[in-house]
């Protein structure tokens, strides 16, 4: 092999090494890209469950105000309708005893 054959395939050679040099270097700069992406995303997912977290605490409260006050409203319409029943049975016994 000649000399300038061997320089040929030589410098053909340092180009084609150069060209996936550069393409690795453009891969790992996407590569990184994706990366901070997914970190960046990620981040958002925690404060989405955060915040979700927060919502199902907020709900928790609420639901159990409401169960109160049904508990409470249902102690009040017993109340009532017993203090009707009772006025019922009065009338009756006053009615029944006269």
């Known amino acids: ?8 395939i030589h410098s053909n050679l340092q180009r084609k090494i150069d060209e ?20 960046r ?3 958002r997912d925690q404060a989405q469950w955060h915040m979700i977290a927060k919502l199902e605490a907020k709900i928790d409260i609420v639901l159990t105000k409401i169960e109160d006050i049904t508990k409470k409203s249902v102690r ?10 009772g006025g019922l ?9 006269k």
């Open 41 to 43: 995303m990620q981040e």
């Open 76 to 85: 009040i319409w017993e109340a009532v309708f017993l203090t009707f029943l």
């Open 1 to 8: 092999m000649s000399k300038a054959e061997h320089n040929y």
């Open 20 to 39: 996936t040099e550069a393409q690795l270097n453009g891969l790992g700069q996407r590569l990184t890209k994706v990366e901070q992406e997914i970190a």
């Open 89 to 97: 049975v009065g009338v009756l016994i006053r009615n029944v005893f």
